[in-house]
T-cell receptor
């Protein structure tokens, strides 16, 4: 089992819809959770980070964390074609420190 | 705002050659990370440095080495290059004693092609 798992997609949603991206992790002691967006051939760009159970909203983005279920999600409201990218879930393990583990990413397509 | 600077952007080497990738972190960031990303793959953690000391090690081959210098820039040295080393190499930096609670900021990457 991979430490961080995501559905590779592609996930296709129409413009204006809500895109829901999901991620599970194996280390119950994981401390920090990040969502990165990556366009093809480009570097990952931080979208959201969340440390506590519950929801965190930033503009059109909402991150949700459920540590009991070892589950973190990202909701994108009013999806735009420019949101089409690969979304990487990243987790720092329970030992903390200096390693961030990435999931394989979910490819999102927003159709105009 | 200043970002993480990587050089070169593109590098073409032949098998068995050596390569050196450079990374300049965001000013005042004290931790540098190196990741390798193959086509269609997720970024794989190679190694990290905090305050010029190696802080964590991932799936870095023995043929690779890295260090962080007094000005906090870092270099990834790759020897005896193999075709499978062809990938995007990202450097990232963060502030505050590591990745816990401290998001990584990535450079634009170096695309290494080994022929």
């Amino acid at each position: 089992q991979k430490e961080v798992e995501q559905n590779s997609g592609p996930l296709s949603v129409p413009e204006g819809a809500i895109a829901s991206l999901n991620c599970t992790y194996s280390d119950r002691g994981s401390q920090s959770f990040f969502w990165y967006r990556q366009y093809s051939g480009k570097s990952p760009e931080l979208i959201m980070f969340i440390y506590s159970n519950g929801d965190k909203e930033d503009g059109r983005f909402t991150a949700q964390l459920n540590k009991a279920s070892q589950y973190v999600s990202l909701l994108i409201r009013d999806s735009q074609p420019s949101d089409s990218a690969t979304y990487l879930c990243a987790v720092t393990p329970g030992t903390g420190g200096f390693k961030t583990i990435f999931g394989a990413g979910t490819r999102l397509f927003v159709k105009a | 705002a200043a970002g993480v600077i990587q050089s070169p952007r593109h590098l073409i080497k032949e098998k068995r050659e050596t390569a050196t990738l450079k990374c300049y972190p965001i000013p005042r960031h004290d931790t540098v990370y190196w990741y390798q990303q193959g086509p269609g793959q997720d970024p794989q953690f190679l190694i990290s440095f905090y305050e010029k000391m190696q802080s964590d090690k991932g799936s870095i081959p023995d043929r690779f080495s890295a260090q962080q210098f007094s000005d906090y820039h870092s270099e990834l040295n790759m020897s005896s290059l193999e075709l499978g080393d062809s990938a995007l190499y990202f450097c990232a930096s963060s502030f505050g004693q590591g990745a816990t609670n401290s998001p990584l900021h990535f450079g634009n990457g170096t695309r290494l092609t080994v022929t």
